[in-house]
C-alpha cells in the first residue's frame, strides 16, 4: 500500500495499477481475443496459474476503504468484470487431481469463498467442501515432516518423488489458503479425514521442512542441482519468505499464536536476507537469469545442455519465479528482512552433515571442497515413458548431485554418479537408509545404504550399496550378485569447463585418476573389483557447461559371487591434491555381511549390507 503504483524503467514508466487493471478486466471478458482460456479439462494449465488471479483480488478486495492508494484499482472493477472473474474462476471447482494440482483448485475455491463471505457483488460460494476436499487429496501425499511426495497413494510417484515441488508449489499453497482462512477458528480449519491436520499442522510441518531446507545452499547461495531445479530456480525460496510473512501478519499473541515460529528460529531474519540476496545473485552472477529481458533459462548458467530442459515447460520459468518476488514485496518496508545484519548460512559457519529420515537425502558440506553435496539413497522419479526415460533418469538416479559442478544430462557414455551393470544403470531403489555405527554421534554423516534390481537378461542383478564418508571424499562399496560376465562401468563428476578453456587437465597414479579446470576438481581411484579408468569427455549433455569431462571406472562382475566393488570419490571447487585423497584409505574388507573400512588416520568404520528381502 505505500509503494508507488507507477515505477521506471529507465526511461519508460510503468503503471502497475494499470496493468493490473486491464489484466482483470480483460482476463475473462469474451469478448477480449486475448482473453485466458477456461478449465475446460482435468489438466488444463490454466487451473495452475489461477490462484495467483483469486490472490490479487482478494489482496484488493481486503486493502479497498483502507489504504487510497488501493482504492482505485478495486473501484475500477465494476460488478460485470466481477461475475465475468468469478464464472470463470469457478471451472477449476469441476476437477479432482492426483497430485499437487489439488492446491491450486483449493486456494482459487477457497478465495472465491472470502470474496463471497465478505459481500464482494458477483462472487459466490464454490460447491460445498470442494476446498477441504481438495486439500484432504493433498495430504495423501504428505510423507511425514512437511515432506511431500509428487503424487498421492494412487499416482506412479507415490512412493517417492521428492524434489523442490514442495518448497515452490505444496507449501506455499497452502500458506496462501490459511492466510485466506486467517479469521478462522482452527476448530474449522480442520481437514476431514486427515486425523486432525489442520492449519496448525500444517504450519508445524512447514517449520520443519525449512528447517531441513537451509542446509542445501552453499557459501555462494548455489543449490544441488537435482531433479527439476533448473527450471524453477529461485521459487523454492518461496516459503521462506511466505513464512516470515504469516509469522508477522497472522501468527501473532492476538492472532493463530500456534506456539512457535513458522519460519524456524535458526533461520533468523538476517540469515534470511543473506539466503534471498546470495540465491538471487547466484542466478544472475552464472547469467542463467537475463535481467534487461526477463528470460530464464532452463539450465545453470548460458552454456548449458538444452537436454536439462523439462518437456512440459521450456526454458526456464518467468512465471514461478515470480513467487519469490511476490512474497519478498508482501513485507512491510519496516520488516527486519530489509535491514537486520546479514548472518551466515549453515554451509559458512563450517561443514555438516544433514540427514533427512523421510525422503533419504543426506546434505554434506565440507569447508575445503566448497559445495553443499546432494546423496540420494532411494528418492525416484517413474520412468514410465520414453520422455520420461530420457528427461528424468540423470536428474532424479543419480548417487550424489552438488551445488557447484553440475551434473551430466545425456545417454550412457556421459553418465556420472552412475553405477551401469551391461546396459542398464541402476532402476528405483527397491531400500534406503543412514546406518548409524554406534561410535558414531548423530549428527555424523553415518553410513548411506541402498538396494537397487537391475534387469539382466531375463532376470535381475541385486545391487547392494554401502557409502562412507572421510574429509571431502566418499567411497562407494557395491556388493553385486546375478550379474556374472556382464560390464560394470561407474562414474565420478562430469567436470565442466568453460566454452574458451582450452582442456581438463587429466593426471593419474597406478589407480586413480584427477581432473581439474576453472570449475573445480574431481577425483576417482578404483580401490576393488574394476580393472581400470577412463576419460570420456564431450559437448553438451551437461547442466552447467558446454564441454565436460567424466572419469569411469570399468570392470567385470566375476563368476565367483558376489563381486565386490568400492570406488572412493572426491569434487571440490578448488583444486586439492589428489595422491593425499587417495591416501585416505588404508583397507576395505567385505566378509560375513559386514563392511570394514579403515581410514589411514585409524578410524574404523564397520556397517551391514541391507538386509535381504
Known sequence: PDRPSVIQDGERSIDLSALLVNALRNGADPACPARWPNATQQWAQVIVEMPQV???????????????????????????????????????AAYEHPNNWNLFVAVTQAARERLARQGVAGFHRPPAGVVQDRLRRAQLMHRGGGWYSDADTSGPEAEGTFDDYTPWVILPHQMLWAFLERETPEADTVIPDTGGVGRARLMADTSRYLADQVYWFDANGGHPEYGRSSTYKF???????????????????NGWNLGHPILPEQVPPGMLRRLVRLHLNHYFANGSIDWRTGAVLAGQTRESSPEIEEVYITPGSRYWCMYLLGAIWLLPEDDPFWTAPEMPLPSEAGGFSHWMETPGFLTRHQTATAHVELFNTRAFKAQTRDRDRANYANKYSKFVYSSVLGHGTGPRETMDQMLFIGTNALPRATFGDRYLPPTMPANSPGVLRSVHEVPVGAGAARVSTLIFFKDGAHLRLHRITGATGQEIREGGYALGRAADE??????????????????????????????DIVEISGTGHHSRDAAWRTLQ???????????????????????????????????????????????????TVSAPFPPEP
Do not use: M
Open 54 to 92: 483469486a490472490w490479487a483480488l482478494c489482496v484488493l478486495a481486503d486493502a479497498a476503504g483502507k489504504h487510497p492508494a488501493l482504492d482505485a484499482p478495486w473501484n475500477k472493477l465494476n460488478q460485470a468484470d466481477l461475475s465475468r472473474l468469478d464464472a470463470w474462476l469457478a471451472t477449476s
Open 235 to 253: 521459487a523454492r525460496l518461496t516459503a521462506f519468505v511466505l513464512a516470515r510473512h504469516l509469522d508477522r501478519t497472522c501468527n501473532t499473541a
Open 553 to 603: 571406472a570399468v570392470g567385470t562382475c566375476t563368476d565367483q559371487e558376489p563381486t565386490v566393488t568400492a570406488l572412493l570419490i572426491q569434487g571440490s571447487v578448488r583444486p586439492f591434491d589428489p595422491a593425499k585423497v587417495r591416501q585416505l584409505l588404508k583397507s576395505v574388507t567385505v566378509r560375513d555381511g559386514y563392511a570394514v573400512v579403515t581410514w589411514s588416520d585409524g578410524e
Open 502 to 531: 582450452d582442456g581438463v587437465l587429466v593426471r593419474g597414479g597406478k589407480d586413480w585418476a584427477y581432473s581439474e579446470s576453472s570449475r573445480g576438481a574431481a577425483f576417482v581411484a578404483s580401490v576393488s573389483g574394476y580393472h
